[in-house]
């Protein structure tokens, strides 16, 4: 992926409008990773390490922070999406959370025709009382280097299109009360179990062939966990794979330490398709090395 230095987002230069074009624009990924941000690595441990604690919680405890109303869009969230051929995903779950604002919205009117947008945060502040803070850290973290991001990529859009609005892209994340973080935890394959192995030997997708349909999402890089250890990726083959516009597939790593970003559909549209979204799926690791690791 395209690499742009956190400190060359802050004082701009060409050189960062010619990595936009060359990461979001017609021939790009729709992807790129920022480097050096500050404070990012120690966020980015503080809650990752917090994901298998949760999901080690009692079921009747975790059951206790999902919304149901919202469709499980905040909260903790397991088995409510569907693999490939209709099947349950009990491998992995999420917590969803707002990382700008844990009351979005005052409107009870708004809040009840779109609850996945609007419904408040649920934190489990008697059980992991230390996830609220570390989730919102990393998050916030998160929207503001994309922020810095978005200026440039206005930039960008007002170079090639003179009659664009200016300002457009980060005016669109300014005003939005609708900003989603989630933390995922893939649970370890049991035993033998050869880990997210479908029939016939093919690998299983932890996440499907999609596009985002936000404006801009932003990622961290996985880690692995065996007991309470961080280790190596066990199947350098599992990862983020993004579909380029010749129609190949290309695996993206995200560095460590590095933020990566991806254009959603929201943001191709408004920026006129200067800046496009890509096709990306996440493969999981498999083999018996990913045996215990979650």
Sequence with gaps: LIEIKYGDLLTGGPQVLDKIEEAFGLHGLGALTISGVPGFDQHRQRLLHLAPAFAALPDDIKRQYEDPESAYNFGWSHGKEELEGGKKDLHKGSYYANPMMDVPCQDHNLVRQHPAYFRPNLWPKEHLPQLKDAFQDLGRLIVHVGMLLMEHCDRYVEMRNPTAQPGKLLQVLHRSRNHKARLLHYFP?????????????????????????????????????????????????????????????????I????????????????????????????????????????
């Design 189 to 253: 394959a049991e035993g033998s179990e050869p880990s997210y192995q479908q029939a016939g030997g093919k690998q299983q997708q932890w996440c499907g062939w999609h596009m985002d349909h936000g404006s801009l999402t932003g990622l961290t890089s996985a880690m692995y966990i065996k007991g309470n250890t961080e280790v190596p990726n066990p199947d350098p083959a599992s990862g983020l794979y993004i579909k380029d516009r010749h129609g190949e597939v290309i695996k993206a790593l």
């Design 255 to 294: 560095p460590p330490g590095h933020v990566a970003y991806q254009v959603g559909e929201a943001m191709q549209i408004h920026s006129g398709g200067l800046l496009r979204a890509t096709p990306h799926c996440v493969k999981a690791a498999a083999g018996r090395q990913s045996s215990g690791i979650s």
